[in-house]
């Protein structure tokens, strides 16, 4: 289902109990990466973001929350927050999150990030949500800008 890229689990059934069990089975592959990059380059789990598009961004919301130490931001780009209802019980950090979204996205439709801003509201969790409205399922420039900035102002550039 993914000709021109990978997937972390598989969207033959998209039910919320399929998909949280997707993430759940993946995260603990995404958790070793991340920390086996902070250590291959000496860094500190405060030095990280993470960035994810499309299931890459349902991926980064749910781990990036669970995990010890806060990443400085997270960017969610055509995504959704799986698993919602288990957020505020699990969630670990406070990491601040960008979500980017086309408006005209027919595979991930935007509303679901409009859900996702709400359970991240509800979880006191900093979020900034930007909505191309005549993008698909991509990014584009209104949305990368933001990106870029969202990541300078996490990292104090």
Known sequence: MAPMGRQWFSLTDRSPAKLAAGVRNAAPVLNEFIDQQLEKYA????????IGFSQGAMMV????????????????????????????????NHAPVLLGHGGADQVVPAFLSRDAEAALKAA??????ILSPQLGHSIDDVILGAGIAFLQKAFGA
């Open 124 to 129: 006191s969790i900093p979020v900034q949500t």
């Open 43 to 50: 860094l500190p789990p405060t030095a990280s973001a993470l």
């Open 61 to 92: 919301l749910f781990t990036g929350l669970r995990r010890p130490v806060a990443p400085r931001a997270i960017l969610a780009l055509s995504g959704a927050l799986v698993d919602p209802d288990t957020l505020q019980a699990e969630m670990k």
